[in-house]
C-alpha cells in the first residue's frame, strides 16, 4: 500500500525555511551562550596580577562611561540647537 501526499511547493518552503531558522537559532543559542565567569577582588586566592587586570579594567570602564556621558551631553546640545534652527524656519 502506498500513499503520497502533495503539498503546495510555497506550503514546503515556508516549513522548511521556518525549520532552517528554528535549527539555527537553537545551534546559535548553544555557541553562543553566555559562559560562567568567576572572578575574585582582592581575595587571598587571587595573585596580585588578577587583581591589577581588575582594576585596568574598571579604570577603562570608568573611562568608557565618562566619554559617554560626554557623548550624551554634545548630543543633548546638538538637539536644542535643531530644535532653535526649526523654530526660526517656521
Do not use: C
Not at 510555497?10 to 516549513?15: A, P
Not at 596580577?49 to 543633548?76: A, C, G, M, P
Request: glycine residues 2%; hydrophobic residues 40%; without cysteine.
Amino acid at each position: 500500500m502506498k500513499i503520497s501526499v502533495e503539498i503546495p511547493r510555497k506550503i514546503l518552503y515556508v516549513v522548511l525555511f521556518t525549520l532552517l531558522v528554528t535549527v539555527l537559532s537553537i545551534s546559535g543559542f548553544f555557541i553562543f551562550r553566555p559562559q560562567i565567569v568567576r572572578a575574585e577582588w582582592n581575595n587571598d586566592n587571587t595573585s596580585t596580577s588578577d587583581s591589577y587586570t581588575l582594576s585596568q579594567i574598571e579604570r577603562h570602564l570608568e573611562n568608557l562611561v565618562r566619554q559617554l556621558e560626554k557623548l550624551n551631553n554634545n548630543l543633548s546640545g546638538i538637539e536644542d540647537e535643531i530644535e532653535k534652527i526649526r523654530s526660526n524656519m517656521d
